[in-house]
């Protein structure tokens, strides 16, 4: 992502009084809200106009596939999510974070039809391109959300998660911006509370400062090391924004982290 790009939606932080007479419950949900408030992303939500069959794909699928009380709104209190009732048989839920186009999505969905794969994804044009690639392979084992992933942190039970993914997370180039990377404690003490103890957590970049950040900032989240290399893994399917740093001559770096426990 350039450093024009970085800047494009970036939501300022907005100081509010909550007033002075608030029951403890009042105050504990006005809170939650200022969190939510507070909660900035820098990302880009939209890109390319949306052609008239995406959306329909939105109109007639979308719905379906987002599971009810990860949105704020829907769940102000934030109520952890019943993952039984999203994937129905209690399978092993597996996580990908900012799935771009939906090919990995896809593909491990397709490769793996007993478990349940949850992505996120706040980019609209990448929730359209998923939708499409859905109905091309009519796997029936995916539940999104379109939006930001620790809106989905939120309401995951602790040690709900089997397996997550991250690949290629926004690079975020400039020193000063780097505390927005994934690979901060942030979001890694979640991912960390919601995967299972002894869980993969798998991640690819072609950025070799975000490889530097992730080897000292993951292993403080409570994960080992287990594997490093510029090989990817066996199931491993290039994605869109992979083919782009291959074509644009960055290479790779694949880790493999295990959450201790
Ligand atoms: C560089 S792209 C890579 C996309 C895809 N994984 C691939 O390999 O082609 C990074 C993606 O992460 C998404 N992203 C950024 N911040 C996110 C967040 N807080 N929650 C979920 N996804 C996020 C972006 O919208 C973007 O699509």
Known sequence: MTDDAEAVTAVQDQDQDNGPDMSGTEMASANMAETLKRRNFYGRRAGKTIKPHQRLWLSEDLESLVPEGIKPEENPDRLPLDLT????????????????????????????????????????????????????????????????????????????????????????HKRRHHGRRFVTQGYLTQLARVLRPGAEFRMATDIPDYVRQALIEVPQAGFTLENHGGTPWSDWISTRYEKKALREGRVPDYLTWRRAG
């Open 85 to 172: 009732s999203v994937f129905k048989d209690g399978r092993p839920v597996w996580l990908e974070v900012g799935f771009g186009g939906g090919e990995h999505m896809v593909h491990i969905a397709a490769q793996n039809p007993s478990i349940g794969l949850i992505g996120c994804e706040p980019y609209i044009n990448g929730v359209v391109m998923l939708l499409g690639k859905i109905r091309r392979a009519q796997v029936t084992n995916l539940a999104l959300y379109p939006g930001d992933v620790r809106d989905l942190f939120d309401v995951l039970p602790d040690a709900s998660i089997d397996k997550a993914f991250l690949n290629y997370p926004d690079p975020w």
